[in-house]
Nanobody, 125 residues
C-alpha cells in the first residue's frame, strides 16, 4: 500500500522553527519529485515547496522562500521541510505529496497523486 505519513507539526511562537518529516512506505521515494502543500482555514490548498528525485532542483512559494528549506534523505525514504522564522500566516495543515515524475517543479496539486494525511502547524503567541 502506497503511503505517506507526515510528522513534526505542533504549536510554535512567531519567529520559531519546526521541522516536518514525510516518511514513505510501500514505495521508494528515490524515483519521485516530492512536494509540501498547506491548507489554512478558509483558504485553498497551496503548494509550499518541491524537490526533485535527485535533490538538485527545488522550488518554493514566494512567501516562504528564504525561510523554509526542503531536503530529502533517500536512504531513510523521507523528505523534510525545515521551517524557520515562522509567522502566524504559516498556520495550516501541511501535507506531503508524491508526483509521477522525477523532475517535476510545479506546485500544482493536479500533478501529485499520492498524499499524506497532514500535520497541523500552528504559529501563535
Amino acid at each position: 500500500q502506497l503511503q505517506l505519513v507526515e510528522s513534526g507539526g505542533g504549536l510554535v511562537q512567531p519567529g520559531g522553527s519546526l521541522r516536518l518529516a514525510c516518511a514513505a512506505s510501500g514505495f521508494t521515494l528515490d524515483y519521485y519529485a516530492i512536494a509540501w502543500f498547506r491548507k489554512a482555514p478558509g483558504k485553498e490548498r497551496e503548494g509550499v515547496s518541491c524537490i526533485s528525485a535527485s535533490s538538485n532542483r527545488t522550488n518554493y512559494l514566494d512567501s516562504v522562500r528564504g525561510r523554509f528549506t526542503i531536503s530529502r534523505d533517500n536512504a531513510k525514504n523521507t523528505v523534510y521541510l525545515q521551517m524557520n522564522s515562522l509567522k502566524p500566516e504559516d498556520t495550516a495543515v501541511y501535507y506531503c505529496a508524491r508526483s509521477g515524475s522525477r523532475w517535476l517543479q510545479v506546485l500544482d496539486e493536479a500533478y501529485y497523486n499520492v498524499w499524506g494525511q497532514g500535520t497541523q502547524v500552528t504559529v501563535s503567541s
